[in-house]
C-alpha cells in the first residue's frame, strides 16, 4: 500500500472522527456520510481499481466529480486540522472562561454552536474547491522568468524560451483546451519550445486526436 493511500486513509478517517461523529445526526446518516468522505479521500486508489491508473477510461463527468470531491475532502481535513490546532492552543484560556462561567451563573453553560462551525467549514470546502477547480480548468496564464545565466554568450542573450508542463492530456483536458493552450504559445514568438511531462493521462493511440495540436507549435529552433 502507497504512502498516497495510507494518508488518503488518514484524511478521511479524520474527517470522519472529527466532524462527522461528533454530529448530532442520527447513526444511519453518519454512516453513510462516513462511507462517503473516506471514498472521496481515497479517489486515487478507487479510480486505478476501476479505470486502471489515472483513470485513462474514466468519462469526464465522473473524473470531474470524483476530482472536486476530493479536492473538498482534502481541503475539509486542512481546516479540522487548523481549527483543532487553534482549539488546542487556546484550551488553557478556554477552561478558566468556562470556570468563570460557572462562578457567575451556575452550572449550565449553553453548549457551543458546533452545528454552525462544521456547516461553516464544509461549505468553505466545497467553494474553495469549486474555485481551485476554475482554476485548473482554464487555459493556463502565462509566467514570465528572467534568468540571469554567468558566462552566456552574447548571441543567446534575450533567448526566449516556452516550457510547456503537466498537460496531462486526457479525459479531462482535450483537443478543444490543448488548441487554446498551443495558440497563447505561438503567439509569444519563442526561440525553443520545451515540453516537461506530464504529457498525457492513458495510452497515446486513444488520445491521437487529441496531442494532434501539439504538432501547431512553433519555434525558430524547434520544439
Not at 70 to 99: E, G, K, N, Q, Y
Not at 179 to 203: C, H, K
Amino acid at each position: 500500500m502507497s504512502m498516497i493511500t495510507l494518508f488518503s486513509a488518514f484524511m478521511g478517517l479524520y474527517v470522519i472522527v472529527r466532524l462527522i461523529l461528533p454530529s448530532g445526526m442520527n447513526w444511519s446518516l453518519k454512516l453513510i456520510l462516513s462511507l462517503f468522505a473516506f471514498a472521496c479521500a481515497e479517489k486515487l486508489l478507487l479510480t486505478k481499481l476501476v479505470y486502471g491508473t489515472m483513470g485513462a477510461f474514466m468519462p469526464e463527468p465522473v473524473q470531474l466529480a470524483s476530482g472536486y470531491l476530493h479536492s473538498a475532502v482534502t481541503i475539509l481535513f486542512l481546516l479540522l486540522v487548523v481549527r483543532d490546532a487553534l482549539l488546542l492552543l487556546t484550551w488553557p484560556f478556554r477552561r478558566s472562561t468556562r470556570r468563570q462561567r460557572k462562578i457567575f451563573y451556575g452550572h449550565k453553560e449553553k453548549k457551543p454552536a458546533s452545528g454552525f462551525w462544521a456547516f461553516t467549514l464544509v461549505l468553505l470546502a466545497l467553494g474553495l474547491s469549486g474555485y481551485g477547480m476554475r482554476e485548473a480548468l482554464r487555459v493556463p496564464p502565462v509566467r514570465e522568468v528572467r534568468m540571469q545565466v554567468p558566462g552566456l554568450p552574447d548571441a543567446l542573450n534575450g533567448f526566449r524560451i516556452a516550457q510547456l508542463s503537466d498537460l496531462h492530456i486526457g479525459p479531462t483536458f482535450g483537443k478543444a483546451w490543448l488548441t487554446d493552450v498551443v495558440a497563447r504559445t505561438d503567439s509569444l514568438n519563442p526561440d525553443l519550445i520545451v515540453i516537461t511531462g506530464d504529457v498525457v493521462d492513458g495510452s497515446p493511440s486513444r488520445l491521437e486526436e487529441d496531442v494532434a495540436p501539439l504538432a501547431d507549435l512553433k519555434a525558430k529552433y524547434g520544439v
